[in-house]
């Protein structure tokens, strides 16, 4: 009986223990499914969302870049078809024979073999590998015929960069290239847009407008499971091919300049005087785009690299020469303007026996024999530097830089348009004493007369000079882009000048430089007044003229190359009613009148031709609107 | 008495049957079928090696249960003791020679099954505390020496399956041995001084885990530590689980798991994929199965007149809702990640065997609910 009353109080014990622990239980599910209740229904969102950014990843496809157009809507950077192979090492059954195959129909050199294992051990087997990614049409259709052969090899159309007027455009639209870390670290658009072999503007317009050009990605999303792999394609999105920007440029000009200016180092500009327009800027030697796109060669890179007349300088904007007496236009129109001389104003040019003297310093004219009295307009007209001398002495370096920096000259000619171009510079009392602390010298002056010493302007200032004195010195802004509304800046067309005879007076000297007999460049002169054009040589030492050399008076093929002098042109035209303003500069060619001027003549006719075509189609134009 | 019982056992067979737990068996065979479907669906849909292994260890098992159930509750009374020390010994075996994986060495081979004795250590555990249980008077519970055996009976193997080392494993065994404690009527202020003890030596525990299990302690508290290493599991496991919504992605269309972002979704984390593609009505239909059969295992030991019979239900109850318990909470973030299978679902042998015979006792409890053991 002790036993059934002591298994009674365990049975009451064991009992009571087992509703405590039910009790409990009960509790301890509840949480449970409070637990899923919060996770499953209320926090649904939140895990829906961090799933589906597990299995979904979306893959950015390059976009399509936005076309270059000239002024006549022809394609000067487009797009072209890449035929390009690729091959993803998962799906090829055997890695090594495939890859032979495909040396031998490729023929690929044993370096570039080495270098295509090497790049497959990086990446992971189902990536894609890039085996060649701009294949000719003969090697694509060789590949394609062996395609039963060939395992998990993809030939791929792609859609890439392409220049089709080579060198011609070089040095306004630049170039593309690979993306690199730089370029990405730089724009943010870059950085959201970025895929591999993703192309971007190095340099040039291409650079300047890569927002607008980029264009959107095309994206396609797939389903990956945990290891990257991809199962599914759930999705393709289309994107937009980039902005087309459209230039001023008139292709068969800019073709023209390229060729005037073959085997030459130098640069041509040509400018509407009007509406700023410039059809054509052309620095040579330039090279070929297309070999940027895919990425230049080692032997290539080192061939423009190294070449001494710097295809890679920008010689139009980027280049600072002394103007020579390319500037003296405007030495004459400060003079006049500021009332320091008239034009009656007479200076005898004594030739190299006499020289123009200054505190014991002497000033030779280029002319040995001396030009004898001169008057403005003849001193403009046979370039005479001792006329320039005495009329700089007279006028003052600040009077004259204040004329120059009206014209254009001593500031960038396009603004931001281009990360290379250069201030040139137009110097000043001012100027010296903040830049280099010393105290002007009058000698100085007398050099900057003739556009020597400090004074320097790039080809593109000189061209806008050239059409702010051709238009009647109104103030122009050049314009390289083709703007569908342009917006009319204030002071356009403003006057520069206090007294229009005056300019009136510089373009007729200008004229007789060109057109009349003992003018610097009477050879290149054009007698048809429709294509008749006025304009002012200069030949820009490059270094000091010492007495020997004065002495040896060389021919220019006699001089180094590196020491003979710029030749320079500009102009404008057609006389009677002008409307186009050119700049030439040959570096180290040596006389303007001989080397620069007669390119200016096959240039204007060319140009002059064309303006009607660009006036009609500009008519067009709006009347399609 | 004796009469009585004779004319019992002639319409034994009989009997047996229409004391058969149906109820209970019904939800087992529909808790299998779960199993087998997710399971299925582990593979990705196809029958692959999982799912035909665990096809075929459920049907066995199920047999096995079945005839346990025929067995007599006293038979399983007297080898107590027995069942508990060769399952000590495969232990001891296992540390010698037992077969490694994944860096613990916790299962023997017996050349046709390798067998985790670890797993039943689980059942045997209750089987024998619940034997020395039984002789006991309640005043006697309490005693030292009774305290001092029983204590052994429950670090012996949880030392011995501690060194394989499987954290996870020998704290289920012990706290189905202290739930074992806890229905014979220990103390309270023995519960409640242990747990003071063991929250204060908490430190000096976490100083003794292996860096591991430290990290995972540290995941715990905090998985986005370290989201693509240690957090990895748990953050993965809430993504699916959660993004299962009120009825799941559907089945077969689990995406963490069918695209491998969940890690052993075959064993501990067989609830997450469940949970992802049957979502929260499914999760609380499975909750309401395991309930269900935890109910009637409850029931059977209510029922039952021998004390061994009752303190075996009650604990192999309770254990199995601990199991879930800490099976559940794992995957859901509330505990630290342990490896605990949850019973049945997970894939593996041994722990559906321990289960299986576990379910065999308390059927065979049900149809002997009459049988006293004196």
Not at chain 1, 457 to 468: G, S, V
Not at chain 2, 126 to 137: M, P
Request: glycine fraction near 8%; charged fraction near 20%; aromatic fraction near 12%.
């Amino acid at each position: 009986m002790i036993d059934q009353s002591d298994n009674v109080i365990k049975l009451s014990s064991i009992n009571r223990r087992m509703f405590i622990l039910a009790t409990a239980k009960i509790i301890i599910l509840g949480c449970i499914v409070s637990r899923l209740f919060f996770l499953q229904v209320r926090e649904n969102k939140k895990y829906l969302t961090l799933s589906d950014k597990n299995r979904i990843r979306e893959w950015k496809l390059p976009p399509v870049r936005g076309d270059f157009k000239d002024y006549f809507g022809n394609v000067i950077a487009g797009n072209f078809e890449a035929y390009q192979l690729h091959l993803i090492p998962e799906q090829v059954d055997d890695f090594r024979y495939t890859m032979n195959r495909i040396k031998n129909i490729l023929e690929l050199s044993d370096k570039q073999f080495q270098k295509l294992l090497k790049k497959k051990n990086k990446i992971k087997p189902w990536e894609t590998l890039i085996v060649a990614d701009n294949l000719s049409w003969k090697n694509f259709s060789k590949i394609n015929n062996n395609l039963y052969d060939l395992n998990g090899v993809k030939p791929i159309i792609s859609i890439s960069r392409n220049y089709p007027y080579k060198e011609n455009f070089t040095h306004i639209l630049g170039y593309v290239s690979q993306a690199n870390e730089n370029d990405i670290l730089s724009s943010e658009i870059i950085k959201e847009k970025f895929v591999q072999g993703l192309k971007v503007g190095k340099i040039g317009l291409e650079k300047t407008f890569e927002e607008d050009l980029i264009g959107s990605n095309s994206i396609e999303r797939y389903e990956v499971n945990a290891y990257g792999r991809r199962i599914s394609q759930l999705a393709f999105q289309q994107g937009d091919q980039g902005k087309t920007v459209k230039l001023t440029v008139d292709t068969e000009v800019q073709k023209l300049t390229n060729e005037l200016l073959v085997d030459k180092a130098g640069s041509i500009c040509a400018m509407d005087i009007f509406t700023g327009h410039v059809i054509a800027m052309h620095s040579s030697p330039s090279f070929d785009p297309n070999a940027f796109v895919f990425g230049i060669s080692q032997d290539d890179w080192q061939l423009i690299r190294n070449n001494p007349m710097k295809p890679l300088v920008n010689k139009s904007i980027s280049g600072n020469y002394s103007p020579g007496s390319t500037i003296k236009p405007i030495v004459a129109l400060s003079a006049l303007e500021n009332e320091i001389v008239s034009t009656n104003f007479t200076v005898h040019c004594k030739g190299h026996d006499h020289p123009f003297e200054l505190y014991g310093q002497t000033y030779h004219c280029w002319k040995k024999e001396g030009h004898g009295y001169m008057n403005m307009r003849e001193a403009m007209k046979q370039s005479c530097d001792t006329y320039f001398y005495e009329v700089a002495r007279r006028l003052g370096v600040d009077k004259l830089s204040e004329t120059a920096k009206k014209f254009g000259l001593g500031e960038k000619v396009f603004g931001k348009l281009f990360n290379n171009e250069k201030n040139g510079l137009i110097p000043s009392t001012y100027w010296k004493k903040n830049a280099l602390g010393r105290n002007w010298l009058l000698g100085e002056t007398i050099i900057t007369g003739i556009g020597q010493g400090y004074i320097q302007t790039t080809p593109i200032q000189l061209c806008l000079m050239t059409a702010q004195i051709a238009n009647g010195g109104h103030k122009i802004y050049p314009e390289l882009i083709l703007r569908d509304k342009e917006d009319i800046k204030k002071d356009k067309f403003s006057s520069l000048v206090k007294n229009s005879k005056n300019i009136r007076f510089i373009q007729d000297a200008m004229f007789s430089s060109t057109n009349e007999i003992r003018g610097t460049s009477f050879k290149s002169r054009i007698d048809d007044p429709k294509y008749q054009f006025a304009g002012k040589t200069g030949t820009a030492q490059v270094k000091r003229i010492t007495e020997k050399d004065r002495e040896l008076d060389l021919k220019t093929v006699e001089i180094p190359y590196e020491e003979r002098d710029h030749a320079l042109y500009v102009a404008f035209g057609p006389y009677q009613n002008p409307r186009y303003a050119i700049s030439i500069l040959i570096e180290h060619g040596g006389s303007g009148g001989t080397v620069a001027a007669p390119l200016a003549k096959k240039l204007f006719k060319k140009i002059i031709d064309r303006h009607e075509l660009r006036k009609n189609f500009q008519n067009k134009k709006y009347l399609d609107i | 008495m004796y009469l009585h019982s004779k004319l019992e056992n002639k319409n034994n067979i009989l009997q047996k049957v229409r004391n058969f737990d149906y109820i209970l068996f019904l939800c087992i065979l529909l808790l299998g079928l779960i199993s087998l479907a997710t399971m299925y669906s582990t593979d990705g849909g196809e029958l692959l090696f999982h799912t035909k292994s665990h096809f075929l260890k459920f049907i066995i098992f199920t047999f096995l249960m079945i005839l346990i159930s025929f067995l007599n509750i006293r038979y399983w009374f007297t080898i107590g003791y027995l069942g508990y020390l060769i399952v000590v010994i495969m232990l001891v075996w296992t540390i010698n020679f037992g077969i490694t994986a994944s860096g613990s060495q916790r299962w023997i081979d017996l050349y046709f099954i390798n067998i985790q004795p670890s797993e039943l250590m689980k059942i045997c555990i209750i089987l024998c505390l619940a034997k020395f249980f039984h002789r006991k008077r309640l005043e006697n519970v309490n005693s030292f020496y009774s305290v001092i055996i029983s204590l052994i009976i429950i670090f012996l193997p949880m030392s011995l399956v501690i060194i394989q080392p499987d954290l996870g494993t020998s704290l289920l065994i012990s706290i189905s041995g202290i739930i074992v404690l806890w229905f014979a009527g220990l103390n309270h202020k023995y519960f409640f001084y242990s747990f003071l003890i063991t929250v204060i030596s908490l430190p000096f525990i976490i100083s003794f885990l292996k860096p591991y299990q430290k990290l995972r302690v540290l995941t715990f508290l905090n998985p986005d530590r370290d989201p693509l290493g240690a957090g990895y599991q748990i953050i993965q496991s809430k993504i699916a689980v959660g993004s299962g919504g009120l009825f799941g992605k559907g089945f077969l269309k689990g995406t963490q798991s069918y695209l491998e972002f969940l890690p052993e979704k075959h064993t501990d984390f067989i609830f997450t994929l469940f949970s992802e593609e049957f979502g929260f009505f499914g999760s609380v239909f499975l909750l309401l199965i395991y309930t269900i059969i935890i109910y009637r295992i409850i029931r059977t030991g209510v029922i039952s007149r021998s004390y061994f019979a009752k303190i075996f239900c009650y604990s192999f109850g309770a254990s199995m809702f601990v199991y879930i318990v800490i099976n559940m909470s794992m995957v859901l973030g509330l505990l630290p990640i342990v490896g605990s299978p949850l019973p049945i679902m997970s894939y593996g042998g041994s722990s559906m065997l321990a289960t299986m015979i576990g379910f065999g006792i308390v059927m065979s409890a049900k149809i002997h609910s009459e049988q006293s053991i004196a």
